[in-house]
């Protein structure tokens, strides 16, 4: 089945600072990446995804970059505020039996410093 | 559009005793919906995909009769664990997934304590 790995665990950065996770996956039909923001205790909110057929995508201050080649894709945030203190998820998913289905990475908890 | 919910929020129950969650799409029909536990600090783990009208697909580890899935419309889906033991302690979060597109959405999950 596919495994995904996501680094670095804990990110700590100065407001105004631009974060990157990364993750990288192990199957090569995985076409779908999405990336989720989990606040403490509550429900993944799905931020940005990009597909198999694009290298980039950018929407404000969070961009994704894919490459299918080395199978890895990361998420980039710009001029961090603090209430993008949270954890965020990637997932790499591919369409099976009519749903899609994703695996996600171990998570990166991001602290934004005032 | 593309709410999903959950009930109840939160539980507390004895060990032996079932429970039941239910999940919800409120505006949108979910021909295939997922059923997801996350312990605390880690990752979201997938436990079973529930297809309306048919029978659950479980992962590899997980027990079909103690998790029971029903999807019995195209807009509830359940889970239920049954003879609960502390162990099945967990945050439990389902999701939908809108019809045509790849996306999954959320619900707010149900945090599940067994005493």
């Known amino acids: 089945g596919e495994n995904v790995e996501q680094h670095p665990s804990t990110l700590s950065v100065q407001e105004g600072d631009s974060a990157v996770i990364k993750c990288t996956y192990s199957d090569s039909a995985s076409n779908y990446f999405p990336w989720y923001k989990q606040e403490l205790g509550k429900r993944p909110q799905l931020i940005i995804d990009i597909r198999s057929n694009v290298g980039e995508k950018k929407d404000q201050r969070i961009a994704v970059t894919l490459n299918k080649t080395a199978k890895h894709f990361s998420l980039h945030i710009t001029e961090t505020q603090p209430e993008d203190s949270a954890v965020y998820f990637c997932a790499a998913g591919k369409r099976s039996g009519g749903y899609q289905k994703v695996t996600f990475g171990t998570g990166t908890k991001l602290q934004v410093i005032p | 559009g593309a709410v999903v919910s959950q009930h109840p929020s939160r539980v507390i129950c004895k060990s032996g005793t079932s429970v039941k969650i239910e999940c919800r799409s409120l505006d949108f029909q979910a021909t295939t919906m997922f059923w997801y536990r996350q312990f605390p600090k880690q990752s979201l783990m997938l436990m079973a995909t529930?297809?309306?009208?048919?029978?659950?697909?479980?992962e590899q580890g997980v027990e079909k009769d103690k998790f029971l899935i029903n999807h019995a419309s195209l807009t509830l889906s359940t889970l239920t664990v049954t003879s609960a033991h502390p162990e099945d302690s967990s945050f439990y979060i389902c999701?939908?997934?809108?019809?045509?597109?790849?996306?999954?959405?959320f619900g707010p999950g149900t945090r599940l304590l067994v005493l």
């Open positions: 999701s939908a997934e809108v019809q045509g597109r790849e996306t999954q959405y």
């Open positions: 529930s297809n309306e009208g048919s029978k659950a697909t479980y």
